[in-house]
């Protein structure tokens, strides 16, 4: 069976993920800062291939100790879906230091520090799968979402780069760039805000989890060997 880590599976779209991978039958190890109901409902569902930790992504020995348990009890890790992440809405002359420095911590450092110490598993294995969730805003940039469209767009940077080292041992690296979803991140926008995405939106409609989880699947399957470097947008059309 293979080995699913997606980091932030507690809720929103990491959920909807661990979900999909766990519905077809994969091991799937998660981690979040705190568990949910969901979290303790698989836990109870598939006490063999449900590994769940909580944890921060920000914590480097943590993120080493979290690899290292799931190698121990489920196996390799096949395929790594680095979903966690946060957003903070501010115009950047208003934005505090803090702000910037946790919207770095996670969105970026955190992921490349998770990827490495997966990555290098992965090359003994000689195959594997990463997969980084990044954003359109990162693509087409929104107001007030400055720094982290910039974490988003460096996600994308850090995809192409990634593909380039670790192709040669059969790992694949792709983005898949997610439109406006309804989770928690976008509880924050105001009901004109929402009206003005869904009009702006050729499908007339915000994103649910479950529009991206099919294509993140279809990059860990046997159709999907051959793609590498690519941020795949699900937007509902909002970018075309
Ligand atoms: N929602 C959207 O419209 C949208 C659009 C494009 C891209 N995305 C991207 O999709 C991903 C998931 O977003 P979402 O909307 O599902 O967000 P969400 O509902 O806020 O869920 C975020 C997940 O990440 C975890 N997390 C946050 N900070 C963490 C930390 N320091 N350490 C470990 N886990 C942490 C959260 O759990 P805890 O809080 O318990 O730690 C949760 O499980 C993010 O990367 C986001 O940027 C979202």
Not at 46 to 56: I, K, S, T, Y
Not at 101 to 118: A, E, P, S, W, Y
Not at 168 to 175: G, L, M, P, Q, Y
Request: hydrophobic share 40%; charged share 20%; glycine share 10%.
């Amino acid at each position: 069976m293979k080995v699913v880590a997606v980091s932030g599976g507690s809720k929103g779209l990491g959920a909807a993920i661990v979900q999909s991978f766990l519905d077809r039958g994969y091991c799937v190890a998660s981690f979040s800062r705190r568990g949910t109901s969901k979290t303790e409902e698989w836990q109870q569902q598939f006490p063999d291939r449900f590994l769940f930790v909580e944890m921060d992504l920000t914590d480097n020995a943590a993120c080493k100790a979290f690899v290292s348990r799931v190698e121990d009890t489920l196996g390799p890790i096949e395929v790594l879906v680095n979903n966690a992440g946060m957003a903070h809405t501010s115009l950047l002359p208003l934005i505090d230091d803090d702000a910037i420095d946790n919207l770095v911590d996670l969105n970026l450092k955190g992921t490349f520090r998770l990827t490495r110490q997966v990555s290098r598993s992965m090359l003994s294995l000689k195959r594997g799968r990463i997969i980084n969730i990044s954003s359109i805003i990162g693509l087409s940039g929104y107001r007030g979402l400055s720094v982290y469209g910039a974490t988003k767009a460096g996600l994308d940077g850090f995809t192409r780069a990634l593909a380039r080292e670790l192709g040669a041992r059969n790992i694949t690296v792709n983005s898949v760039a997610p439109g406006y979803l309804t989770t928690e991140m976008t509880e924050e926008l105001n009901t004109a805000q929402s009206q003005q995405i869904v009009k702006r939106t050729p499908l007339g409609r915000l994103g649910d989890p479950a529009d991206i989880t099919g294509l993140i699947l279809f990059l860990c399957s046997d159709q999907a060997n051959f793609i590498t470097g690519q941020v795949l947008v699900v937007d509902g059309g909002i970018t075309c």
